[in-house]
């Protein structure tokens, strides 16, 4: 661009929504630190002068959005784990169980889908192959095995609905009566609700969040305190401050990550996952 040029209408579309920015999240696993957010931004370059731009307030105030800690999603199949996680501890699973898939289940006055809906259900799955076909029926009954109480405990043990620690501004969190409208309480979950919330629907959280609860059932169940800060250092590069892994709390045990890592390894190895293998 030169000298001068107006670029407000281009970042007035970028910032409105009408031009999609990606992100992601790949965080070290074993204390939480994250490698990146990437937010990709087009800017005028080289002249080094700066520019003049008559915007309205909200589109300057979502250069500084990131909604990975600021926006919340129905997370979806990711959770799955956190669902066969809480089942495993509390011994409800003992890992040698199957589950019949029909296409669908009808919870309350709902017929709700499986993945695999239009060919006929995944038929007899294992807790393993349930995970690997990322079945929501499997999903559905084992939520039903556990009842609201149980599950509704785990969402809080895993931090959803809650503040994570990040070292970033604008975390999404809610005040508790406002944390009711996208994480259900057990008094306010219905059959229905732990139908759909067992398979990852019908609640939100942010990406950290899913982040930080699937790190601590990878490393044997710790949950750290994310962060993006590891150091930091002076003008002449020595370290003048460390930011060190804050363990927070144990969410599940050994065992219980030992299967699901091994259900999650063979989900990417021979299952829905292959797109995620590297």
Not at 5 to 23: H, R, W
Not at 205 to 229: D, F, K, R, W
Request: charged share 15%; net charge negative; glycine share 10%.
């Amino acid at each position: 661009l030169q000298t001068g040029e107006i670029i407000g209408a281009t970042l007035e579309s970028m910032f409105m929504g009408s031009i999609m920015v990606g992100s992601a999240v790949p965080p070290e696993v074993y204390a939480s630190s994250i490698l990146s957010i990437a937010i990709a931004i087009q800017t005028a370059a080289g002249t080094g002068t700066a520019v003049a731009l008559a915007l309205p307030l909200s589109v300057f105030l979502q250069l500084w959005r990131n909604f990975c800690v600021s926006d919340t999603f129905e997370p979806g199949s990711p959770s799955k784990i956190l669902t066969v996680a809480a089942g495993l501890e509390e011994g409800i699973l003992k890992g040698n169980e199957y589950f019949d898939c029909g296409g669908y289940l009808h919870v309350g006055d709902w017929d709700i889908k499986c993945t695999a809906y239009r060919r006929g259900g995944h038929g007899s799955l294992s807790l393993t192959e349930s995970i690997m076909q990322s079945c929501n029926v499997a999903m559905m009954r084992i939520g039903a095995m556990m009842g609201r109480d149980i599950f509704t405990k785990y969402q809080t043990i895993f931090g959803m609905g809650q503040k994570t620690g990040v070292d970033l501004p604008g975390q999404f969190c809610r005040s508790v009566n406002e944390r009711t409208r996208w994480v259900y309480s057990a008094d306010k979950m219905g059959p229905t609700e732990l139908a759909t919330n067992a398979f990852g629907q019908n609640y939100n959280c942010t990406m950290i969040q899913m982040a930080a609860a699937l790190c601590s059932v990878i490393n044997g169940g710790s949950y750290y305190e994310p962060h993006v800060v590891r150091q930091i250092l002076n003008e002449q590069g020595s370290v003048v401050e460390r930011k060190d892994p804050v363990l927070v709390r144990e969410t599940v045990s050994q065992s219980t990550s030992d299967f699901l890592k091994e259900a999650m390894f063979q989900t990417v190895e021979n299952g829905t996952g292959g797109a995620a293998k590297v």
